[in-house]
């Protein structure tokens, strides 16, 4: 049977026109951005109740109670970071420890099945002593000495956390220690009496976006209101920082200007507090290891008789190029296929993680004085995902890799270069891959680029979950998920993942062709992504439903608006939905050179063409949608998704509404919460695309070759 083609699929956009919302006249529903209003707070009560009367029955429960063992396994890998001191600290949770242990074993006590961990901070404990609901969120560690660190803690899971010292010897706060108050603070240890610190320091002190505009530098038993100033930004930055490179041999200060989110200014710091700017492309990336400055850029430039183009990796003698030399070499150099996903040093090597056609090609770099050697890194596959997870680079040549797929649970390795790779940890098998496969197909777009997506799952016709994210430089990369896998997978459904335009799957261009004016280019392109599984009749549009996250939440919400006879239910997830108010809400402002300002008439020109809250129109077929987001998230308000609602609910649309208490910007403090969350997404898709499926009966099947595209063998990829 002829497929249609996705185009006779997509049909056009929802006009502008009708009875959508006056982004001139007063919103109806600001009153809803109040958090401690209690109008809004019995709204949110309201909305959740009823949800919860809607979704939470026998079946979700159970659905519920199979997440939360994945996520609580005690055979998860616990994954492990290095600070530099010999020891593999891992924070932990599980049913038992639902707010979590920060631990720490040796090597060797690692490579056993079941490990003695030494427990630094029982967070449930500390809990239970102060009456609080602190949710961890991370310790830097004084190098050297290893005896202190300054922790981080957040009420509730928010951004916003405060910082206590913490004796790691004697596992208990230090009296008097450095210690900072709420608010979105950075802090760094320089030696063990002084610390840099950008935090509240009051009015004026932080940025429009709410970061910190001024570092100082603390020392130790004075106040913080004596602190030493290191470097002031302004008003209109994103945010400011510093911090001390304590390697020994190369020991030395950083301070960072940060303009917006992709442009800043680095600079040198000074035994005087003089400061010399590192000069680079304010929108490249900037790392000093030992002797060597590595140059990532975001955009072409021009350096002598050379143009090196946007994507590439340069290297140059740190020290020669602060005196005005530019002896550029190109460690990496980016085509149409292929991108830089990530670097990493060890001591004496650099690891490249590489994107061709998003999938990893993992690299070694070794400068031996007549150039840079390059051979394929041990314990990488080409056949699976592979992430660095760790190194250790002021002692040694030694890395930890992880390597997974959508269908093969991760597998954790411990190498050295140029050594000895051995198989740490293996994580379990959370559901029956058996019959299942991963294919990749390319999807046209609206432009003609080809985006390309993964399909998972057995060769079913039936219920699919697409995701995307498409923001930020951000790719989305092959990984394993019980949570996928036992709520999605396991019961007959196909997993679809769309690698659009403004993501980094191929590196800055593939992320400026979504970003700002050009942003409709990535909607477009899930658009073709969903349109594309239709025609190869991998589903159809009543049973195809679509989740994403933070930005991935606004692309839900645009698909909603402006595509709406494409899918059968949208999920969101914290999303940003009124592009009009968004820089005036909490971290927004930090957010303008992705999406535009909308106070520019002529940012506003387009961001209004889909900015989801003021596209909202009667009588238009949107597919039933649930919102998920949380009180605590400080970062994208909540706001967005309660007026989203309320606007949908006006309009008699069908719109469900979930509001955790806690979580911040993931929604979730706990396991138990996260397992909440992720059932009530799929029972609300599975209701909406397959009753048959919730009901108990099984999906219809398929057989093998019927689907269009390329085959597949088992097991394994296919392009086309």
């Given at each position: 049977?002829?497929?249609?083609?996705?185009?006779?699929?997509?049909?056009?956009?929802n006009?502008?026109?009708?009875a959508a919302l006056?982004?001139?006249?007063?919103?109806?529903?600001?009153?809803?951005?109040?958090?401690?209003?209690?109008?809004?707070?019995?709204w949110?009560?309201?909305?959740?109740?009823?949800?919860?009367?809607?979704?939470?029955d026998?079946?979700?429960a159970?659905?519920?109670?199979?997440?939360?063992?994945?996520?609580?396994s005690k055979?998860?890998?616990p994954?492990p970071?290095?600070?530099?001191?010999?020891f593999?600290?891992d924070?932990w949770?599980d049913?038992?420890?639902?707010?979590?242990?920060?631990?720490?074993?040796?090597?060797?006590?690692?490579?056993?099945d079941?490990?003695?961990?030494?427990?630094?901070l029982?967070v449930?404990?500390?809990?239970?002593?102060?009456?609080?609901?602190?949710?961890?969120?991370?310790?830097?560690?004084?190098r050297?000495g290893?005896?202190?660190?300054?922790?981080?803690?957040?009420?509730?899971g928010?951004?916003?956390?405060?910082?206590?010292?913490?004796?790691?010897?004697?596992?208990?706060?230090?009296?008097?220690?450095?210690?900072?108050?709420?608010?979105?603070?950075?802090?760094?240890?320089?030696?063990?009496?002084?610390?840099?610190?950008?935090t509240?320091?009051?009015?004026?002190?932080?940025?429009s976006?709410?970061?910190?505009?001024?570092?100082?530098?603390w020392?130790?038993?004075?106040p913080?209101s004596?602190?030493?100033?290191?470097?002031?930004?302004?008003?209109g930055?994103?945010s400011?920082?510093?911090?001390?490179?304590?390697?020994?041999?190369?020991?030395?200060d950083?301070?960072g200007?940060?303009?917006d989110?992709?442009?800043?200014?680095?600079?040198l710091?000074?035994?005087?507090?003089?400061?010399?700017?590192?000069?680079v492309?304010?929108?490249a990336?900037?790392?000093?290891?030992?002797?060597?400055?590595?140059?990532?850029?975001?955009?072409?430039?021009?350096?002598?008789?050379?143009?090196?183009?946007?994507?590439a990796?340069?290297?140059?003698?740190?020290?020669?190029y602060l005196?005005g030399r530019?002896?550029?070499?190109?460690?990496?150099?980016?085509d149409?296929?292929?991108?830089?996903?990530?670097?990493?040093?060890?001591?004496?090597?650099?690891?490249?993680?590489v994107?061709?056609?998003?999938?990893t090609?993992?690299?070694?770099?070794?400068?031996d004085?007549?150039?840079?050697?390059?051979?394929?890194?041990p314990?990488?596959?080409?056949?699976?995902h592979?992430?660095?997870v760790?190194?250790?680079?002021?002692?040694?040549?030694?890395?930890?890799?992880s390597?997974?797929?959508f269908?093969?649970p991760?597998?954790?390795?411990?190498?050295?270069?140029?050594?000895e790779?051995?198989?740490l940890?293996?994580?379990?098998?959370?559901?029956?891959?058996?019959?299942?496969?991963?294919?990749q197909?390319?999807?046209?777009?609206t432009?003609?680029?080809?985006?390309?997506?993964?399909?998972?799952?057995?060769?079913?016709?039936?219920p699919?979950?697409?995701?995307?994210?498409?923001?930020?430089?951000?790719?989305?990369?092959?990984?394993?998920?019980?949570?996928?896998?036992?709520?999605?997978?396991?019961?007959?459904?196909?997993?679809?993942?769309?690698?659009?335009?403004?993501?980094?799957?191929?590196?800055?261009?593939?992320h400026?062709?979504?970003?700002?004016?050009h942003?409709?280019?990535?909607?477009?392109?899930f658009?073709?992504?969903?349109?594309?599984?239709?025609?190869?009749?991998?589903?159809?549009?009543?049973?195809?439903g679509?989740?994403?996250g933070?930005n991935?939440?606004?692309?839900?919400?645009?698909?909603?608006?402006?595509?709406?006879?494409?899918?059968?239910?949208?999920?969101?997830?914290?999303?940003?939905?009124?592009?009009?108010?968004y820089?005036?809400l909490?971290?927004?402002a930090s957010?303008?050179?992705?999406?535009?300002?909308?106070d520019?008439?002529?940012?506003?020109?387009?961001?209004?063409?889909?900015?989801p809250y003021?596209n909202?129109?009667p009588?238009?077929?949107?597919?039933?949608?649930?919102?998920?987001?949380?009180?605590?998230?400080?970062?994208?308000?909540?706001?967005?998704?309660?007026k989203m609602?309320?606007?949908?609910?006006?309009?008699g649309?069908?719109?469900?509404?979930y509001?955790?208490v806690?979580?911040?910007h993931?929604?979730?403090?706990?396991?138990e919460?996260?397992a909440?969350?992720w059932?009530?997404?799929?029972?609300?898709?599975?209701?909406?695309l397959?009753p048959?499926?919730?009901?108990?009966?099984?999906?219809?099947r398929?057989?093998?070759?019927?689907?269009?595209?390329a085959?597949?063998?088992?097991?394994?990829?296919?392009?086309?």
């Amino acid at each position: 049977m002829a497929k249609p083609h996705p185009a006779a699929i997509i049909g056009v956009p929802n006009e502008p026109g009708g009875a959508a919302l006056d982004e001139d006249a007063d919103d109806p529903y600001l009153w809803l951005e109040d958090l401690d209003l209690a109008a809004a707070v019995r709204w949110v009560a309201d909305r959740n109740t009823q949800t919860l009367t809607t979704l939470a029955d026998e079946g979700f429960a159970q659905m519920r109670d199979a997440i939360r063992e994945v996520l609580d396994s005690k055979d998860r890998i616990p994954y492990p970071g290095w600070r530099g001191d010999g020891f593999y600290y891992d924070f932990w949770q599980d049913a038992d420890h639902p707010r979590g242990l920060w631990r720490r074993t040796t090597l060797d006590q690692y490579r056993r099945d079941e490990p003695e961990w030494d427990v630094l901070l029982d967070v449930d404990a500390l809990n239970q002593a102060e009456g609080a609901n602190w949710v961890w969120s991370g310790a830097t560690i004084l190098r050297p000495g290893y005896d202190r660190c300054l922790i981080r803690l957040s009420r509730g899971g928010a951004d916003a956390v405060v910082v206590r010292e913490f004796d790691l010897r004697g596992r208990v706060f230090v009296e008097g220690g450095f210690a900072l108050t709420e608010a979105k603070s950075a802090v760094g240890w320089i030696d063990a009496d002084h610390i840099y610190v950008a935090t509240d320091f009051g009015p004026g002190s932080l940025t429009s976006s709410g970061y910190p505009r001024i570092v100082k530098r603390w020392r130790r038993g004075t106040p913080l209101s004596a602190a030493e100033l290191v470097y002031a930004g302004q008003a209109g930055d994103v945010s400011v920082g510093a911090h001390h490179d304590p390697t020994p041999g190369y020991e030395r200060d950083f301070v960072g200007r940060y303009l917006d989110f992709y442009r800043s200014e680095q600079y040198l710091r000074g035994p005087g507090g003089d400061l010399v700017r590192i000069d680079v492309p304010d929108d490249a990336d900037c790392d000093v290891h030992h002797d060597w400055l590595l140059i990532r850029l975001r955009s072409s430039w021009t350096v002598g008789d050379a143009t090196h183009p946007a994507g590439a990796l340069l290297a140059a003698p740190f020290g020669a190029y602060l005196d005005g030399r530019r002896d550029l070499t190109v460690l990496f150099r980016p085509d149409d296929s292929t991108s830089l996903s990530s670097y990493t040093w060890t001591r004496n090597h650099l690891i490249l993680v590489v994107l061709s056609d998003v999938k990893t090609r993992v690299r070694v770099l070794t400068p031996d004085g007549l150039g840079w050697r390059q051979r394929p890194l041990p314990g990488a596959t080409d056949v699976d995902h592979t992430s660095i997870v760790d190194t250790d680079p002021d002692n040694g040549d030694a890395y930890l890799v992880s390597t997974t797929g959508f269908l093969q649970p991760a597998a954790l390795r411990l190498g050295v270069v140029g050594g000895e790779v051995e198989v740490l940890k293996r994580e379990p098998a959370f559901f029956d891959a058996d019959g299942m496969a991963v294919r990749q197909f390319f999807a046209t777009s609206t432009d003609g680029t080809r985006v390309p997506y993964f399909v998972v799952g057995a060769a079913a016709a039936g219920p699919t979950l697409l995701t995307g994210y498409g923001g930020f430089e951000i790719s989305q990369t092959p990984h394993y998920s019980g949570v996928i896998g036992r709520g999605w997978l396991a019961r007959g459904g196909t997993y679809a993942v769309a690698n659009i335009r403004g993501g980094g799957e191929y590196g800055p261009a593939w992320h400026r062709a979504g970003q700002r004016e050009h942003r409709i280019t990535a909607y477009e392109d899930f658009a073709a992504v969903a349109a594309d599984l239709v025609a190869r009749g991998i589903t159809t549009p009543a049973q195809l439903g679509i989740e994403g996250g933070s930005n991935g939440g606004l692309l839900m919400g645009v698909m909603l608006t402006r595509y709406p006879a494409l899918f059968g239910a949208v999920v969101a997830r914290v999303p940003l939905f009124d592009m009009r108010r968004y820089t005036r809400l909490l971290a927004g402002a930090s957010w303008i050179a992705e999406y535009g300002d909308p106070d520019d008439e002529a940012d506003w020109a387009y961001l209004r063409e889909y900015s989801p809250y003021h596209n909202v129109r009667p009588d238009q077929p949107y597919p039933p949608a649930l919102f998920i987001t949380s009180t605590r998230d400080d970062r994208v308000h909540p706001g967005h998704a309660r007026k989203m609602a309320a606007l949908l609910r006006r309009h008699g649309y069908d719109v469900s509404y979930y509001e955790n208490v806690e979580g911040g910007h993931g929604a979730a403090a706990d396991n138990e919460q996260t397992a909440t969350i992720w059932a009530l997404a799929f029972a609300f898709l599975w209701r909406t695309l397959s009753p048959s499926i919730v009901a108990g009966r099984e999906p219809v099947r398929v057989q093998d070759g019927e689907l269009g595209g390329a085959a597949v063998g088992e097991g394994g990829l296919a392009t086309q």
